[in-house]
């Protein structure tokens, strides 16, 4: 063979391998994205085996802080510290979030079952006063109703999205997080009872 020959030769030679690389890197590669997206498919099926719990991080475990303060939408102002010595189901909510709407009527009757031993504080979140008011008039909610109108106090507390439940021991301690749908009566009071040990 002439040196051009094989020249050319070598030179077809070296595109074949590297071809072939190619193609065994990109059928490699195409097994990793299915077997990345089978665990993906089972971490979500796995987040959503229980219901309306929502995913991590979700603020579990944190201690609302005692000192936090935040403003009534009835005027005044109040601290989770006030609330402290008593369980507390925490709901974050907005008026342009229709899960959240749709829940809290359930809230209120699960705050009306349980008779005080569980208080009940929703957080208007991001909207102005006027917003708040207007949607606590439509659903006639009578629990306690307060304003994190820069959105800080959720996202302190891990929030992901609306509406998002804390469930918070007496001592203030988050125990459980409902998150992304609207729960009814019967979930919140089940949550309740599984998670705060109370129940009608």
């Known amino acids: 063979m002439t040196p051009r020959r094989r020249t050319v030769a070598l030179g077809t030679l070296s595109v074949l391998v590297a071809l072939a690389a190619a193609v065994g890197t990109v059928a490699a590669l195409d097994r990793l ?10 971490d979500v099926a796995e987040a959503l085996a229980e219901p309306g719990l929502g995913t991590t991080p979700d603020g579990t475990g944190r201690v609302l802080d005692a000192d936090t303060t935040f403003s009534l939408l009835d005027g005044g102002q109040a601290t989770f510290g006030d609330y402290r010595g ?3 189901v925490l709901n974050f909510f907005a008026s342009w979030c229709q899960p959240c709407t749709e829940e809290m009527p359930a809230l209120d009757s699960a705050s009306a079952a349980l008779g005080g031993q569980v208080r009940f504080l929703g957080l208007n979140y991001r909207e102005q006063v ?3 008011r207007r949607i606590v008039e439509e659903t006639q909610v009578g629990y306690d109703i307060g304003r994190d109108p820069s959105g800080s106090i959720f996202t302190a507390l891990e929030g992901l999205s609306l509406p998002t439940t804390f469930l918070v021991d007496a001592d203030g301690v988050i ?17 309740v009872a599984d998670e705060l040990g109370v129940a009608p």
């Open 33 to 42: 994205g299915e077997s990345l997206a089978d665990d993906a498919v089972t």
């Open 130 to 132: 006027d917003d708040g």
């Open 86 to 88: 008593t369980p507390l």
């Open 175 to 191: 125990v459980a997080t409902a998150s992304s749908q609207a729960l009814t009566v019967d979930e919140l009071l089940a949550l």
